[in-house]
């Protein structure tokens, strides 16, 4: 039977996103007993971000072992960095293994959710209907709403142009002309692959990104025996690696400070083995701070950028025309497809939900005058029984994001348990939100990242960076782990 044909009228707990946050949710709530239950999915399989982003080359830039639920371990990770593939398919199989299938409804977007204040339920829209839960958990994260460049004559470009995020795996592109716009993260990922087969790439840049070497591999499958046959050496090479990504934060790297030298050093280093020809190498040079936006890593980017396929452009485009991309002094580059690696709307898929709260208060005016904010970045004031994983300033620049989403699950199911003990919503009270708010703000007002002399989706419209924790894990699990009572109103 599917989620649907087995609709309870009410849900005890409603979560949005089948990626790894909502599954992470939903796994620990099915162990717990909470139910009814029941998870839904905007996309048409499982997996979230990893759902979506086909594009050639997608992998993760964080370790596989580190990269994967602490409660769900894979012992036979292929490579030191998964491809997207094989991230997808050990969610699934995740989700498989701890039953969650039959409570997972996919092709059903939130659109938008009323506290009902008589009840204290949630009324929630989707598109295919109406629901009701007492609890919200929101998995959907903030990178999923692509981004494209608002640049003239978008729309005019004869030829096929999509988004990294969005993949059109009909279009062929083997022998065309492609164009590439964008030098972050995906980027680096899918130019590699492109310059491969294209007639010409050209990759359109704005800004170099720092890049340090990925030294990626493929795991022996003695290695992946060993991990399978004993458990304690495959959690031990986790702890390894976490502690490994740990150090940046714990040595200051969210500040500038002496060892941000160092690590440009490193880099430049990196570029410099890579990358002989003095004027390429100027050009992509970064002029900012290291860790002011998210520092890649890969051992392919470099090279390809020398091959005779392919062209950086560095010059500012001017506008789109039917026939690929002219830039401000005149240039002209023919193109037969363009590819817009330009990332996400991060603010703005937030700001989207339709979210009412007590009062008919709107989380997009909750959020207005400050920017986006909330309580251990997973709850708001004004919005009892709903909770976010991977919400305001829980993202992070140096280690694994599943490690914030397992914090984030086990302060959820203290509230949740709260609540079967008998009070009939839970809310975080303003004053500690405000405090939670002020301490992150304070730590946040002389980062890398608003110190290190550039823009990045870190940051929103008004310059303030309401997407990154400014600290290192530990002091996240120490600050958000259990849920402290004294923080929350029970109704
Ligand atoms: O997007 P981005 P992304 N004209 O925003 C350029 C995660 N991720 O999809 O730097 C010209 O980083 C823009 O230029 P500039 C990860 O968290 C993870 O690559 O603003 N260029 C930039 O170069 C990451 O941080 C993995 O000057 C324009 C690029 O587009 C996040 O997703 C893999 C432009 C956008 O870079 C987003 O990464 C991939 C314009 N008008 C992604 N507008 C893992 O491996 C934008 N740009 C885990």
């Known amino acids: 039977m599917s989620a649907q044909d087995a609709a309870p009228t009410i849900l005890e707990v409603l979560i949005v996103g089948a990626g790894f946050s909502g599954l992470a949710m939903a796994i620990r709530c099915k162990q ?29 830039d964080v370790p596989s072992h580190l990269y994967s639920l602490s409660f769900a371990p894979k012992a036979d990770w292929t490579r030191m960095y998964a491809p997207q593939a094989e991230i997808r398919a050990y969610l699934r199989e995740t989700a498989e293994r701890n039953g969650l299938m039959p409570l997972i409804q996919l092709k059903t977007a939130f659109t938008g959710a009323t506290w009902d ?37 978008r729309d005019s470009f004869a030829g096929p142009a999509f988004h990294t995020a969005v993949w059109d795996h009909s ?16 980027a680096i990922q899918v130019v590699p692959e492109l310059a491969k087969v294209a007639a010409h790439l050209t990759l359109f ?37 976490f502690w490994l990504h740990e150090l940046r934060a714990l040595f200051g790297f969210t500040k500038v400070s002496k060892l941000t030298k160092q690590a440009e050093g490193l880099a430049r280093h990196h570029l410099a083995k890579a990358v002989k020809d003095r004027d390429l190498r100027a050009k992509l040079t970064p002029n900012y701070r290291l860790g002011c936006k998210r520092v890649l890593i890969s051992d392919d980017y470099y090279p390809t950028l020398q091959r005779p396929n392919v062209t950086l452009e560095t010059g500012n485009i001017a506008r789109i025309t039917e026939s690929g991309v002219t830039l401000a002094d005149g240039t002209a580059h023919e193109l037969d497809a363009i590819v817009y690696a330009t990332g ?50 829980t993202g992070l620049g140096h280690n694994s994001i599943v490690s914030m989403i397992e914090v984030q699950v086990q302060h959820v199911l203290d509230c949740l348990s709260a609540l079967r003990r008998g009070a009939r919503d839970i809310e975080v009270r ?62």
């Open 344 to 393: 996400f709307d991060v603010t703005g898929s937030f700001a989207r939900m339709d979210l009412v709260g007590r009062g008919g208060l709107r989380l997009a005016d909750a959020w207005a005058g400050g920017g986006m904010g909330a309580y251990q970045g997973i709850t708001v004031a004004g919005f009892p029984n709903y909770f976010m994983l991977l919400g305001p300033n």
């Open 117 to 153: 204040e008589a009840r204290a339920l949630w009324q929630v829209e989707t598109d295919r209907g109406p629901l009701t839960a007492r609890v919200i958990v929101s998995g959907m994260g903030g990178l999923h709403h692509p981004a494209y460049p608002d640049l003239p004559g």
């Open 430 to 491: 303003p004053e500690a939100q405000a405090r939670f708010l002020d301490r992150i703000r304070a730590r946040l007002a002389d980062s890398i990242w608003q110190a290190g002399g550039c823009r990045s989706w870190y940051l929103d419209a008004e310059g303030r960076n309401t997407t990154l924790w400014p600290d290192s894990v530990m002091a996240y699990r120490r600050s958000a782990r259990r849920a402290r009572m004294a923080d929350y109103r029970l109704g």
């Open 32 to 60: 717990a007993g909470i139910g009814p239950l029941r998870v839904i999915e905007k996309a048409e399989g499982i997996g979230g971000t990893w759902h979506e982003n086909t594009y050639p080359g997608a992998a993760c």
């Open 205 to 241: 840049q704005r800004t170099p990104p720092w890049i340090m070497p990925k030294h990626d591999h493929a795991i022996a499958e003695a290695t992946q025996a060993r991990y399978r046959r004993l458990p304690l050496l495959r959690r031990i090479e986790r702890a390894r690696l």
């Open 171 to 186: 279009v062929a592109l083997a022998g065309k002309r492609i164009g590439v716009i964008g030098t972050g993260a995906s």
